[in-house]
């Protein structure tokens, strides 16, 4: 893997480094993790630099810090960001390295939504690119930092689960570790139907119907109407207890359920229970 800096100098670099490598237990970075700083250096010398290290060495893997001084042009005009990419960027594609190149976007403005933000400059920057994530910080306090990163654009399959990440500072060392995320933070950015709703509100556990219904704000008869449906489907099933005021059934996400809305938990040590009848059912 090559890291190639244009924003900090190799000192600042080194030290973070070393902080990231003592966060997962390590004396020092890997042997194996190359670093190329192009401080005060043209970014086309730099990257026909870099290029050259990675058919040298038989790096794979290669990350580009930033787009924003890297391009040394306007990135608001096509003009100069498709020859970027076609000069510069497809080398290192043809020759079987994979590019992750860290780029920013505006500032919120009032009324704007953070993940319909997109980069900064021509639209061919995200034309142009096979995946895109978006890092959004969610919350912090001195020495912690919540994030949460979303794919907006994935050519060659469906957008991946928006991932939370959990990052600790400390002078001595970095941590990242996951976080995770709540229903609403899965389910933002894309129209929920019912049985979304439903499977999400059960992601946290076993419920009975009336608390599926607050958690999601849809009327009870319409979650006792999903839950029939998702139950047949296997998605849901009976935890075999029953509310002693309502008489409701509680419902759990099944293992089938689990693999789709990606909960890995086991939620209850309570055997499964399925009616006798499928005539009635009383959630």
Do not use: W
Request: glycine share 10%.
């Amino acid at each position: 893997m090559l890291y190639i800096d244009l924003e900090l100098d190799a000192v600042e670099q080194r030290r973070r480094a070393y902080q990231v490598a003592r966060g997962v237990y390590l004396e020092k970075p890997p042997h194996d993790l190359l670093y190329v700083s192009g401080l005060g250096k043209s970014a086309g010398d730099v990257l026909a630099g870099s290029l050259q290290i990675c058919e040298g060495y038989g790096v794979g893997f290669v990350i580009i810090d930033s787009m924003g001084i890297a391009l040394e042009g306007d990135a608001v005009q096509a003009r100069d960001v498709i020859p970027f990419y076609r000069d510069h960027l497809n080398p290192f594609r043809e020759a079987g390295v994979t590019l992750l190149n860290v780029d920013h976007q505006g500032k919120t403005q009032t009324g704007e939504r953070y993940q319909n933000k997109r980069t900064f400059g021509s639209i061919y920057k995200e034309l142009l690119a096979r995946s895109v994530l978006q890092v959004e910080p969610s919350k912090g306090s001195d020495g912690l930092l919540i994030a949460k990163i979303r794919q907006t654009k994935h050519n060659f399959g469906p957008k991946a689960r928006p991932l939370g990440v959990r990052c600790t500072f400390s002078e001595e060392s970095i941590t990242v570790d996951e976080h995770e995320l709540d229903a609403s933070d899965l389910a933002e950015g894309r129209p929920l139907n019912a049985d979304d709703r439903v499977l999400l509100a059960l992601g946290s556990g076993p419920c009975y119907p009336a608390d599926i219904a607050d958690a999601t704000g849809m009327p009870l008869g319409t979650v006792k109407n999903t839950l029939t449906r998702v139950r047949k489907s296997g998605l849901v099933e009976y935890t075999g207890k029953v509310h002693p005021q309502s008489k409701a059934k509680e419902v759990r996400l099944s293992a089938d359920g689990r693999a789709v809305t990606g909960v890995t938990d086991i939620q209850s040590d309570s055997d499964t229970m399925t009616p006798e009848s499928e005539e009635v059912e009383v959630f």
